[in-house]
């Protein structure tokens, strides 16, 4: 069975730019999580959606947003970008809300 | 709020034991733990949900304390491919994950 599959693996854009992560959960999966890891520190918590819907936010500005599709992939977009928003990002899908989740290789975003 | 990891490294030698602590200030719902080897994406171990359960993988098992709020990770006889970093992952009542700083696991010949 396909893993979670994330696109593109690397990206290179200039401040102020605008960017679009993408996500492929495990069949059957209908949770999609999204994290952001900087190097050297744990994935911290950007967004929850699970059957469709946004079910959990985390401490990030109004720049990062996302969805979930009917077919439950899901997009990241952040406006505005800042050197700060420079990292790994991590797809995680499982198939209940609270269930083990299973990680994307990840998108390795750079902010020059 | 994030959980906190103790210890933040340790080095092994194969064979040798590692504790590897997770604790929380807030109630707990779930803790799950995860290794991540350099470059790659975080690899699920185990989940416990609270009512204090072991559980056990191989020579890596887990309890979760949950009057502590506390979850420790046991890995026993170590092996060379235990090296990684370890994150524990806090459910609370919002569903919401959240992971600790992680610690890095060296295990050497």
């Known amino acids: 069975d396909a893993g979670v599959t994330q696109s593109p693996t690397h990206l290179i854009k200039t401040r102020g730019q605008h960017v679009t992560l993408r996500c492929s959960p495990i069949?059957?999966?209908?949770?999609v999580s999204w994290y952001q890891q900087v190097l050297g520190q744990g994935p911290q918590f950007i967004f929850q959606?699970?059957?469709?819907?946004?079910?959990g936010r985390g401490n990030f500005p109004d720049r990062f947003s996302a969805r979930q599709f009917p077919n439950y992939s899901s997009e990241l977009n952040v406006n505005a970008l800042l050197l700060g928003d420079s990292a790994l990002y991590l797809c995680?899908?499982?198939?209940?809300?609270?269930?083990?989740?299973?990680f994307g290789p990840g998108t390795r975003l750079t902010v020059t | 709020q994030q959980p906190v990891q103790s210890p933040q490294a340790v080095i092994l030698r194969e064979g040798e034991d590692a504790v590897i602590n997770c604790s929380s200030s807030?109630?707990?719902?779930?803790v799950h733990w995860y290794r991540q080897k350099h470059g790659e994406a975080p690899i699920f171990l185990m989940i416990?949900?609270?009512?204090?359960e072991q559980k056990g993988h191989d020579k890596i098992s887990a309890s979760f304390n949950e009057k502590k709020q506390q979850s420790s990770l046991y890995l026993t006889a170590s092996q060379l491919s235990y090296s990684g970093t370890y994150f524990c992952?806090?459910?609370?009542?919002?569903?919401?994950?959240?992971f600790g700083a992680g610690t890095r696991l060296t295990v050497k010949p």
């Open positions: 995680a899908s499982s198939a209940l809300r609270q269930g083990e989740q299973y």
């Open positions: 069949s059957g999966h209908k949770s």
């Open positions: 959606y699970y059957e469709k819907e946004e079910r």
């Open positions: 807030k109630a707990l719902y779930s």
């Open positions: 416990l949900l609270k009512g204090g």
């Open positions: 992952g806090t459910i609370y009542n919002n569903n919401d994950m959240r």
